[in-house]
Structure formats: structure tokens, C-alpha cells
């Protein structure tokens, strides 16, 4: 399990078993480090750290070393998600004034953005099985649950409820856990 901490009045992020024991800190550098997603395979970890003024995105092996930044810009890249078989990572970018979707290579190079609207999109979740990717837009004026193919088309509603946030699929990719406040 990997996740954010804010115990040192920055946020770090950790890694333990699923049962808590064994933690580790994976994170020192006094800046904030957040939104870690592991891997499939478990052996790196992609997130966000505010270095230079803004949250670029970062990839570490899965006990800390070599992390590499990733992206290099003036404006927030943000919920790195990975795809399943490790070669993408999906994320969220601030770089024409609000959120949309980006995805590149694990290596940072073939940056392309994926979503256009004039209001937020972002949280994205790369079905396990390769297909698709979920996220939360606001582009009809409240926030819902979209998904989208891997390249960027065919973006539809899914949700109807209010402040539909932070989607999740399932394991086998035919359904998608959201939070909501209706």
C-alpha cells in the first residue's frame, strides 16, 4: 500500500503492507509529495512533488531510489494514474488555465493532452483493462464520472449524481466506484 502522509508539515509519502506493519517513508525532501499510485508490478511509484513552486510529476522505485522527474512546466501536473501494463501514465494538468487530462509515456516523453473543455477535468483512472480511462469533469456545470478511450475519444457521461468524484473501476473493468453527494 502506498500512500500520502502529512505528519512533518508537509505531506510524504510511505509504503507498508496491507495490514500497516513494515512502513516506510519514502519521501524526505521537505517538500509536499502526494497522489502516489503504484505500479501493477509494484516496483515503481508515480506521484506528484512540489519542488519549484508547482507539483510536477515524479517516478520512484517502490523503496524510494531514483526518483525521476517527469514533467517540467510553470503550471500543476497533478493524479498520476498508471496504465496497466506500465508503458503510459494518465494525469492531471493546470497548463491552459484549468484541469484536463494528459497522458505520456513512463518516461515523460509524448505528452498529449487528451481532454478539452472549458472547465475542469481531472482524477483520471485507467481501466485494468487497458480500454478505457474514467475522470471527473465539470464541463455541464456540476461535477460527474466520464470515461474516454485511451486516446481520447468518445467521451460520455456516466454518472448523474451531484459532485461525482474520484472514479474507480473495478477489477474487471465493467463497473466504476465514485464518490457523490446527491
Known amino acids: 500500500v502506498v500512500y ?47 519542488q519549484n513552486g508547482n507539483f510536477e510529476i515524479y517516478v520512484m522505485n517502490s523503496d524510494g531510489i531514483n526518483k525521476t522527474q517527469l514533467t517540467n512546466n510553470s503550471t500543476d501536473d ?13 494525469f492531471q494538468a493546470y497548463r491552459d488555465g484549468q484541469p484536463e487530462i494528459y497522458v505520456m509515456n513512463a518516461n515523460g516523453s509524448g505528452q498529449t493532452r487528451l481532454t478539452n473543455s472549458n472547465d475542469y477535468d481531472g482524477m483520471p483512472a485507467w481501466s485494468p483493462d487497458g480500454t478505457m480511462i474514467a475522470f471527473a469533469s465539470r464541463r455541464t ?25 474520484e472514479p474507480t473501476w473495478s477489477p474487471d473493468s465493467t463497473q466504476i466506484a465514485y464518490s457523490a453527494d446527491g
Do not use: C
Not at 502529512?6 to 503492507?17: E, P, V
Not at 475519444?153 to 456516466?158: D, P, V
Open 78 to 90: 497533478v493524479n498520476p494514474y498508471w496504465s496497466p501494463d506500465g508503458s503510459k501514465i494518465v
Open 4 to 50: 500520502q502522509s502529512y505528519r512533518t508539515n508537509n505531506w510524504d509519502i510511505f509504503l507498508s503492507d496491507d495490514m500497516g506493519s513494515y512502513e516506510t517513508r519514502l519521501t524526505t525532501s521537505g517538500s509536499d509529495e502526494i497522489h502516489p499510485r503504484l505500479n501493477r508490478g509494484g516496483t515503481h511509484i508515480a506521484y506528484a512533488a512540489k
Open 141 to 165: 456545470g456540476g461535477y460527474r464520472i466520464y470515461t474516454m478511450n485511451t486516446d481520447g475519444s468518445n467521451q460520455i457521461q456516466r454518472s448523474s449524481q451531484s459532485f461525482s468524484l
